[in-house]
């Protein structure tokens, strides 16, 4: 079934980065974007280019949804940084970037959209909520602390709480075939009570993305440098050369499966997760990527083709570094989504590393509600 055209669904978006989520969005519910929040001024700019005349309300904190477009879909992606393997680990707790989150439940509370889609990173299911389980003088569970909340469990009873049903599911964005692993949660979420069906006016289009979509089982997967920790230590098979060990010796999401690690923003102090190198052997590979050929190409089908991975491998004296080019492929955007809007290197790989791979965001979500 095709997408009907006579009924457009309209969107809210928060926390919007460079509006990956978004793209996502629009095409699953056949909808077009009202409005956005994006604080940072850097991809507010990518968002200006590609959503011209649709407002950015800015810091969420700020707003008041009195005097906002009521909408049909309210989407977002909280920070992650205190929920995230490269963040602090503080948890989803007020104070934190990721308790950004209680504006959104306010958001949902206020404007009652049909569906709430959720994008967040997988820590959101181990890190820990900061909430009081349940009455102190009914307290059950074991632990010294007593029982404990997952920020994952905070949010799914915060929308329980305010009305709404919700489906989650972890989506890896090499199930939507690009080259690398970069799993995450998605959550979907519509009032209790209320069918899909009805919901979505049948608008959803039930294809998927065309071609075959999952990367090879066998296919050697693409690794990029990820984010330090909150000690400056790097993560992930990082040496002291900021070049990531052998990636054959990381565990894939398929069984013998090789993957590229995803692109990431900065940590917590300012440390651009770009800031070494590929591993040596796709420099050494120059544009033929070498054991990671058939990952590549796969991906190229499915999107466009790739850019020189690396830049500066060849100059004398010079430091290979990942190509934002590259690396805004490998996120699935269109060429110079990000990186001809005018922003430097450091912002520009932020913005990626924080971004949304569209293909994989609309995967999880025509799967959450095929089964709704």
């Not at 997988?122 to 009455?135: M, N, Q, T």
């Not at 089982?217 to 990531?244: E, I």
């Not at 440390?271 to 058939?294: N, Q």
């Amino acid at each position: 079934m095709g997408f009907r055209t006579d009924v457009v669904m309209r969107v809210g978006s928060l926390f919007s980065g460079v509006g990956g989520l978004d793209m996502a969005v629009e095409r699953v519910f056949n909808a077009t974007t009202a409005w956005q929040c994006e604080f940072d001024s850097e991809p507010s700019r990518a968002l200006a280019k590609h959503w011209p005349g649709v407002p950015n309300f800015g810091d969420v904190t700020a707003v008041d949804w009195r005097d906002v477009e009521q909408v049909d879909v309210l989407c977002g992606g909280f920070p992650c940084q205190d929920v995230s393997i490269a963040g602090k680990h503080r948890g989803l707790k007020d104070g934190t970037r990721s308790g950004l989150w209680s504006y959104m439940a306010a958001a949902i509370d206020y404007l009652l959209p049909s569906f709430v889609v959720i994008e967040n990173v997988r820590g959101l299911l181990s890190a820990e909520a900061h909430r009081d389980v349940e009455f102190r003088d009914a307290t059950v569970g074991a632990g010294v602390n007593g029982p404990l909340l997952r920020a994952a469990g905070a949010v799914l009873g915060d929308l329980a709480d305010l009305g709404y049903d919700a489906r989650w599911k972890v989506v890896a964005a090499a199930d939507a075939g690009a080259p690398h692993k970069r799993r995450r949660v998605f959550i979907v979420a519509y009032p209790s009570g209320r069918s899909v069906a009805e919901l979505a006016r049948g608008v959803i289009g039930k294809e998927l993305i065309p071609g075959d979509l999952p990367q090879d089982a066998n296919a050697a997967l693409l690794a990029t440098p990820q984010a330090r920790d909150s000690k400056g230590v790097p993560k992930d098979g990082f040496n002291n050369g900021n070049l990531p060990r052998d990636i054959l010796n990381l565990v894939a999401q398929r069984e013998d499966a090789v993957l590229l690690s995803t692109p990431l923003a900065r940590d917590h102090k300012g440390t651009p997760g770009f800031k070494g190198s590929l591993p040596v052997d796709v420099i050494e590979a120059s544009e033929d990527f070498g054991r990671f050929e058939s990952a590549v190409r796969h991906w190229e089908k499915l999107t466009r083709p790739a850019p020189p991975a690396a830049i500066g491998a060849h100059r004398a004296g010079g430091r290979a570094r990942v190509n934002p080019a590259f690396a805004e492929w490998m996120m699935g955007w269109d060429e110079g989504h990000v990186t001809d809007v005018g922003l430097g290197r450091i912002p520009t790989l932020k913005a990626i590393g924080n971004g949304v791979v569209p293909q994989q965001a609309e995967l999880a979500l025509r799967t959450l509600l095929a089964d709704a």
